[in-house]
């Protein structure tokens, strides 16, 4: 009789298991295909771990902060995810929201170098510049673990040239239509930065050749290092350091 109780709680022990293992192997299938159609996964690849387990619960502080303005740009953006035709409601209503959100940023963050006495040159090349790339590595870094490599590059790159054709030209064509008059722009340091700039490129693309297109620490020093010599030359210029 004994035998025969252990093999039923045995028995029962591996329906046990068995249950949950399948549990966990369907909880694991659905995250895939939930993903897989979303277009976020390589087929045939790994699902993630992460779709599977419970967000970390937010502190109240950030809670109270972060959800007015959650809510307010969910009810301005609304998903293309789920209604494909609202894209271009959604894509200028996005500008809207980068131009004012970066309109407030670089008044507080001028204003806050005026309280503490820090250069605005400093406030702009570390601060500002901060505010405005971070998000874009980010989101670069998402796609990229995705497995969208060129949608990371597309981003790095488009940015940066819709920053300069679109955020510089339609701010100067609005004005000069309703103002009547050329905008004024300092381009006393104009031939230097652009310069640097085709340094930089050089440098950089030449860095990744040179590493088998992979990126490793060495780079991503190298990198760091190019950015703290821009920023040093930007804020000894701006002092006067070079006359």
Excluded at 45 to 71: M, N, R
Excluded at 88 to 115: N, Q
Excluded at 118 to 128: E, F, N, Q, R, W
Excluded at 172 to 201: H, K, Q, R, Y
Aim: charged content about 15%.
């Amino acid at each position: 009789p004994e035998e025969s109780s252990d093999d039923g709680e045995l028995g029962a022990s591996s329906h046990n298991v068995c249950a949950v293992a399948a549990a966990a192997a369907e909880r694991t299938h659905y995250a895939y295909e939930r993903r897989s159609t979303r277009g976020s996964v390589i087929p045939g690849s790994i699902p993630e771990v992460e779709d599977t387990l419970p967000e970390p619960e937010a502190g109240v502080v950030s809670t109270v902060l972060k959800e007015p303005l959650v809510l307010l740009l969910e009810c301005t953006l609304p998903s293309c995810e789920r209604n494909r035709r609202v894209y271009l409601w959604t894509f200028a209503a996005s500008c809207a929201w980068i131009g004012a959100l970066s309109y407030l940023m670089v008044t507080w963050a001028t204003k806050l170098g005026c309280i503490l006495g820090i250069h605005p040159a400093v406030m702009g090349v570390t601060v500002l510049a901060a505010g405005t790339s971070v998000p874009d590595a980010i989101s670069s870094l998402i796609v990229a673990a995705r497995g969208q490599g060129d949608m990371a590059v597309s981003n790095a790159i488009g940015s940066n040239v819709f920053d300069i054709l679109l955020g510089l030209g339609l701010p100067w064509a609005v004005s000069t239509v309703c103002m009547g008059e050329a905008v004024a722009v300092d381009a006393s340091n104009l031939a230097p930065m652009a310069a640097i700039l085709f340094g930089t490129l050089v440098a950089i693309l030449g860095t990744i050749v040179i590493g088998k297109f992979r990126l490793s620490k060495p780079v991503g020093g190298f990198f760091f290092g190019i950015y703290f010599l821009f920023a040093a030359y930007v804020i000894a210029n701006e002092l006067g350091a070079f006359g």
